[in-house]
């Protein structure tokens, strides 16, 4: 399979614990985005990298929040001391947010 | 500042008509924009873009949009809709980055049209 995959695909957590997730983008892809998506809602940006540099951050993406993408090629978002309001699809896009991944659905019990 | 908006929550068409989505748009340069689909439960599906040429846009599953500069629209359209073309259909826009303007890379989603077709 070419296109970007996200894992894992449903993620059930209790309030406080840490998540994290993975994006694994087409490869030879260098812009990379996470969006957050909830229910009739569109997608809202929350951090976009080209390459391994992160180059900008939604204020959504609180001190929560953070993501990485060593050497260009997958990207992690991870979710620390998780609040119920951090329920939600968790989208990768890769690309010009042209190519979008499965999601992770995020609930928070 | 770029944003997209999508006028209607949702829109009904019947089996084998003309169905339009409707998408207004404003960024500060010229747009790049974007439609997607979305079935319950999936990730967002492209389907066709506009960055610059000819007004008129093809994409999957015999969509087309049609880009309006003066009325800052980019709407939807399909001749004969499918029962399965039921979905969330999305509207994005970004600026394309310019050295003097600025812009951006990140596209900004309207908030979604329901579309459903009746058999």
């Known amino acids: 399979d070419t296109g970007v995959s996200q894992n894992p695909r449903h993620k059930i957590t209790k309030r406080g614990q840490n998540v994290t997730f993975r994006c694994d983008p087409i490869s030879e892809h260098n812009r990379l985005y996470w969006y957050r998506q909830t229910l009739g809602q569109g997608p809202e940006f929350l951090t976009y990298f080209q390459n391994e540099a992160q180059l900008e951050k939604s204020r959504l993406l609180s001190d929560r929040f953070s993501a990485e993408r060593p050497k260009g090629s997958f990207s992690t978002l991870e979710i620390q001391r998780t609040e119920q309001g951090d329920s939600a699809m968790y989208l990768c896009a890769s690309s010009d947010a042209q190519y979008f991944g499965p999601g992770t659905r995020l609930t928070v019990l | 500042a770029q944003s997209v908006a999508q006028p209607e929550d949702q829109v009904n068409v019947a089996e084998g008509n003309p169905l339009t989505v409707k998408c207004t748009y404003s960024?500060?340069?010229?747009?790049?924009l974007f439609w997607y689909v979305q079935y319950p439960n999936r990730g967002l599906q492209f389907l066709l873009k506009?960055?610059?040429?000819?007004?008129l846009v093809k994409g999957s599953y015999g969509f087309e949009a049609e880009f309006n500069k003066s009325q800052t629209s980019f709407h939807l359209k399909k001749p004969s809709a499918l029962v399965s073309d039921s979905a969330l259909y999305f509207c994005?826009?970004?600026?394309?980055?310019?050295?003097?303007?600025?812009?951006?890379?990140?596209?900004?989603f309207g908030r979604g049209t329901s579309l459903i077709v009746h058999p």
């Open positions: 960024v500060s340069g010229n747009p790049y």
């Open positions: 994005a826009v970004r600026d394309i980055p310019r050295i003097r303007t600025g812009g951006s890379y990140i596209p900004t």
């Open positions: 506009y960055i610059t040429g000819d007004n």
